[in-house]
T-cell receptor
Framework: AQRVTQPEKLLSVFKGAPVELKCNYS??????LFWYVQYSRQRLQLLLR??SRESIKGFTADLNKGETSFHLKKPFAQEEDSAMYYC?????????FGTGTRLKVLA | NAGVTQTPKFQVLKTGQSMTLQCAQD?????MSWYRQDPGMGLRLIHY???????DQGEVPNGYNVSRSTTEDFPLRLLSAAPSQTSVYFC?????????????FGQGTRLTVV
């Protein structure tokens, strides 16, 4: 079965602290994984995709096929990072989303 | 540059009423989908479409109907609203599949069923 698991509903960190939002997936085949973000009062938008190996707004995510994980990391959190983060799996014409993690960055 | 447009933004329904949530995209995307967002449950797929005339069920399709007569439009119909359908509904469109795909979302419709 195709599934995305985000174990943390809420993650609170202080400004300047490192951040890691966890994501594990279940998928038979080569997965296409993404992180989407929803800032307050804004629509959901793509943050990054695993294939690009890019860093967006200081965030990176590495696909670990052995551990079936795609954790999102940032070395130094900023207050503007506070948002809802969703890990997603692209599974043949549709997306499977995790339950989301709300990140709160405290001043 | 409209992207994905959903109407209405807010709606209150009485139990048993029916209504249609509208979704339109102007990016000529093949794939469109509907999700509901509930606290603690994330985004759950209701129905999706891979092109005009082709739709399929997602994870939580019961109580909802869809059709795709054009590439641009993908309306979601609630047949007989129930309080359990109180949620925020998101429409999304995407192009291609695989490594270069990206989903674009509407701003959401907040539905309350009383």
């Amino acid at each position: 079965a195709q599934r995305v698991t985000q174990p943390e509903k809420l993650l609170s960190v202080f400004k300047g602290a490192p951040v890691e939002l966890k994501c594990n997936y279940s998928y038979s085949g080569s997965p296409e994984l993404f992180w989407y973000v929803q800032y307050s009062r804004q629509r959901l938008q793509l943050l990054l995709r695993h294939i690009s190996r890019e860093s967006i707004k200081g965030f990176t995510a590495d696909l670990n096929k052995g551990e079936t994980s795609f954790h999102l990391k940032k070395p130094f959190a900023q207050e503007e990072d506070s948002a809802m983060y969703y890990c997603a799996l692209e599974g043949t014409y549709k997306y499977i989303f995790g339950t989301g993690t709300r990140l709160k960055v405290l001043a | 540059n409209a992207g994905v447009t959903q109407t209405p933004k807010f709606q209150v329904l009485k139990t048993g009423q029916s209504m249609t949530l509208q979704c339109a995209q102007d990016m000529n995307h093949e794939y469109m989908s509907w999700y509901r967002q509930d606290p603690g449950m994330g985004l759950r797929l209701i129905h999706y479409s891979v092109g005009a005339g082709i739709t399929d069920q997602g994870e939580v399709p019961n109580g909802y109907n869809v059709s795709r007569s054009t590439t641009e439009d993908f309306p979601l119909r609630l047949l007989s609203a129930a309080p359990s359908q109180t949620s925020v509904y998101f429409c999304a469109s995407s192009y291609g599949t695989g490594e270069r795909t990206e989903a674009f979302f509407g701003q959401g419709t907040r539905l309350t069923v009383v």
